[in-house]
């Protein structure tokens, strides 16, 4: 693998059109519940999402990993007849390959190969929009190559037989690069933090209104940005093509009781997403830590829908707004899709919504259930919200400014050096307040 430093593209150097063939990998431990043609569609889907012109995919079983290719010797063969037979150029490897295995397998089979990890990385590389995005995919994008180097390093040492030989000049370069890398890293780092706090003085700005956030959350291509354009009346880029969003967008909608509120679209989830993407996307996903509401959109005419909606749950945990969190907010789950369902099965699911109170079956691309979904995120955004009386010092902006962020302030009065606010805050708020 080349290493580009200099251009900071964050690519790994796949060309559009570029002829592909696509390979998963079905080792029993991986992955549970999901069935591997959809996990292999799924990986088709990514590779296209960039706009490669897949030529080829098939599964391989796989008993026991193997440290140099991952895959057995005669299947390594197979996939070389593959890319050969079908003129293919690069190899696109649907799961985690070690250094060796890529540099392994790009010999064997005289392609270029990329993992699941790389696939993605390039894709936010080349979706990315705004600035912060960008910088964020750059940074994720270096950690995975330094990452690289440091594994390549101990491999070079284990060929030269121990940790006694100092010097060579292969570790010299690598040393080199690693430095250049973490450079860069922290130059990433800081211009990270001079967007971060313009962004947050327009958060600031935003949240001292008292308008609820709503943002939508949920597995790639489940129908997010469909459901935003309808709500909001739209043109968010919505497709059939994975993490067709990339960038949070918001918008105002319309909901029963409230003169305002605010929706926000985002980034879609995917399953193993790398774990140098969730920590670069956590400040992206503020929006979503910082919501009234999440509402969870699913694919519910997917085969792998209770897989994706694991994922899902694992990835907010990850960002620190998971179910467990007892501060969490309240989530909707929008059962989406439910047009594409036979009768029998859209009926059943319909009927068990009817008995629950965080679910709602929807078809954002019809508008059924459009008017009961505003309802009932109405109805959760009022839920339990009291009003409160609080005096706190005048010279206590940070606690005030955290109540007009959180809470609906009716009244705010000085007397003196004292402050008394009249808020309406939700029992999670209220709670949050006292711990402050
Ligand atoms: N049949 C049907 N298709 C839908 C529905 N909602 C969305 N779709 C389709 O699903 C595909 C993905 O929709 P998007 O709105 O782009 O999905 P997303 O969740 O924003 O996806 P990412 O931004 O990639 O994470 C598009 O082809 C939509 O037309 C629905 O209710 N029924
Ligand atoms: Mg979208």
Request: charged share 30%; proline share 3%; no cysteine.
């Amino acid at each position: 693998m080349t290493i580009d430093i200099s251009s900071g593209s964050g690519t790994l150097d796949v060309t559009r059109g570029e002829r592909a063939v696509v390979i998963g990998v079905d080792q029993q431990s991986r992955r549970e519940g999901r069935s591997a043609d959809a996990r292999l569609d799924e990986a088709v889907g990514l590779a296209e999402a960039i706009g490669i012109d897949v030529v080829g995919q098939r599964t391989f079983r796989l008993r026991s990993p193997k440290p140099a290719t991952l895959l057995g010797k005669g299947q390594v063969e197979e996939i070389a007849g593959m890319t050969k037979g079908n003129e293919a150029g690069l190899l696109v490897v649907d799961a985690s390959l070690t250094p060796v295995q890529q540099k392994s397998l790009e010999e064997q089979v005289g392609t270029k190969v990329i993992d699941r990890t790389g696939l993605i990385l390039e894709i936010f590389g080349e979706r990315a929009a705004t600035a912060e995005g960008r910088l964020q995919v750059e940074l994720a994008h270096l950690d995975y190559q330094a990452g690289r180097l440091v594994r390549s390093w101990t491999h070079l040492e284990r060929q030269r037989g121990g940790f006694g030989f100092l010097g060579g000049p292969g570790e010299t370069q690598i040393e080199a690069d690693r430095r250049l890398i973490r450079d860069r890293m922290a130059r990433i780092r800081r211009e990270l933090e001079q967007v971060k706090r313009t962004r947050s003085l327009h958060r600031d700005r935003r949240h001292r209104a008292p308008w609820p956030v709503i943002a939508l959350v949920g597995y790639t291509n489940a129908g997010k940005s469909t459901l935003f354009n309808r709500m909001t009346g739209g043109e968010v880029l919505a497709e059939n093509m994975l993490f067709a969003t990339l960038d949070p967008t918001m918008r105002e909608i319309r909901l029963p009781g409230f003169d305002k509120a605010i929706l926000s679209d985002t980034v879609g989830f995917v399953s193993e997403l790398p774990t140098q993407l969730v920590a670069a996307f956590r400040a992206t996903l503020e929006e979503v830590a910082s919501a009234d509401l999440l509402i969870h959109v699913r694919d519910m005419a997917h085969p792998d829908r209770d897989a994706q909606r694991e994922d899902v749950l694992g990835v907010l945990a990850q960002l620190g707004v998971g179910a467990e969190d007892e501060a969490a907010q309240p989530q909707i789950e929008a059962w989406n899709k439910v047009d594409l369902l036979e009768p029998e099965e859209r009926d059943a699911l319909v009927t068990e919504a009817e008995r629950r109170e965080d679910v709602v079956p929807i078809s954002a691309l019809s508008g059924f259930g459009l008017d009961a979904l505003r309802e009932r995120i109405a109805e959760q955004l009022h839920h339990g919200s009291q009003l409160h009386d609080i005096s706190l010092p005048a010279s206590d902006g940070g606690k005030i400014a955290w109540l007009h962020a959180r809470g609906d302030v009716i009244e705010q009065r000085t007397h003196d050096s004292e402050v008394r606010l009249q808020v309406r805050l939700s029992p999670e708020n209220w709670a949050r307040f006292q711990s402050l």
